[in-house]
């Protein structure tokens, strides 16, 4: 059966620090790498991997996948009070399976 | 352009009804999977469909059922609802299975 593990389950952190989400997977037929976070209702689309080794910058967060080892990273450099949110890790193979999140709490 | 569009936005009912949602993908999106999120669970695949036909189902007894019609809308109906239906239902719209998708805000159900 398809899984998608994310650690840690939590974080709490001050501003300013830099954090490490990540995602490891076993899937068939694997498609792409999704990275989204949630903060009240409609999970809000971040990155999306498909390719080995390739970083995606968006701002202060960036993102790697490894198929090989079958695992990504997502990174917050210079954390602010306003990235306090759920972020999920999604692979999507036949359906989009995802993990149950990394609880991010950030204090100012 | 409208993003995905999910009502209602919240819903309560009683135990043995039955509770129909709707989601309105984005102008092109052929796409529509519907998510379960509960606070224990998580996000949990519910079923995907892709120009009105059914491509994939999540592991939800047959009482969660759903259609696509030819405009892309799609429809999501939970018959003989139980304590546990509870959660917010969410629906993504993408132009084609594992190519970014787009979430709606949701459908908050209640079940008393």
């Known amino acids: 059966e398809d899984k998608v593990v994310q650690s840690p389950l939590s974080l709490v952190v001050h501003e300013g620090d830099t954090v490490t989400l990540n995602c490891s997977y076993e899937?068939?037929?694997?498609?792409?790498l999704l990275w989204y976070k949630q903060e009240k209702k409609a999970p809000t689309f971040l990155f999306m991997l498909?390719?080995?080794?390739i970083e995606k910058k968006s701002g202060r967060l960036s993102s790697i996948l490894d198929k090989k080892e079958l695992f990504s990273i997502l990174n917050i450099t210079a954390t602010q009070t306003g990235d306090s949110a759920v972020y999920l890790c999604?692979?999507?193979?036949?359906?989009?399976?995802f993990g149950k999140g990394t609880k991010l709490t950030v204090n100012p | 352009k409208a993003g995905v569009t999910q009502t209602p936005r919240y819903l309560i009912k009683t135990r043995g009804q039955q509770v129909t949602l709707s989601c309105s993908p984005i102008?092109?999106?052929?796409?529509v999977s519907w998510y379960q999120q509960t606070p224990g669970q998580g996000l949990q695949f519910l079923f995907e469909?892709?120009?009105?036909?059914?491509?994939n189902k999540g592991n939800f007894p047959g009482r969660f059922s759903g259609r696509q019609f030819s405009n892309s809308r799609s429809e999501m109906n939970v018959s003989t609802l139980e304590l546990g239906d509870s959660a917010l239902y969410l629906c993504?719209?993408?132009?084609?299975?594992?190519?970014?998708?787009?979430f709606g805000s949701g459908t908050r159900l209640t079940v008393v």
């Open positions: 993504a719209s993408s132009l084609a299975a594992g190519i970014g998708y787009t």
């Open positions: 899937v068939t037929n694997f498609r792409s």
């Open positions: 498909t390719s080995s080794g």
């Open positions: 999604a692979v999507s193979s036949e359906k989009l399976v």
């Open positions: 102008s092109g999106h052929r796409s």
């Open positions: 469909y892709f120009s009105e036909t059914q491509r």
